[in-house]
C-alpha cells in the first residue's frame, strides 16, 4: 500500500523530508556527510534516521519509543 505525502512541508519526519528529496530516479547515491547516511539505487532506499531526525525525545506513542534511531526500506512510485 503507497502512503502519500507532500515532500518539504513537515508531513513525514525530517529524516524523510531531507533523505527522500536527495534521491532520483534511477541514481546510485551514498551519503556520509549527512545526519542521515542512507544508500539509494534506482528508486530503493534505506534510511538511517537519528532520533533527532525521527521523532525525538517524544517518541510516537507505544510504538517508537523516546531517542529511538529507526531504520526505513523505501521504495520511490513516483515523484
Excluded at 507505544?62 to 529507526?70: G, K, M, V
Aim: glycine share 8%.
Amino acid at each position: 500500500q503507497p502512503f502519500i505525502f507532500t515532500l518539504g512541508v513537515g508531513e513525514v519526519i525530517k529524516c524523510w523530508d531531507e533523505g527522500i528529496k536527495q534521491m532520483s530516479k534511477g541514481q546510485v547515491c551514498f551519503c556520509f556527510r549527512c545526519p542521515w547516511p542512507y544508500a539509494a539505487i534506482a528508486q530503493t532506499a534505506t534510511l538511517h534516521c537519528s532520533a533527532d531526525y525521527a521523532y525525538g525525545a517524544n517518541g510516537a506513542g507505544n510504538l517508537i519509543p523516546p531517542n529511538a534511531d529507526l531504520k526505513f526500506e523505501i521504495e520511490i512510485l513516483d515523484f
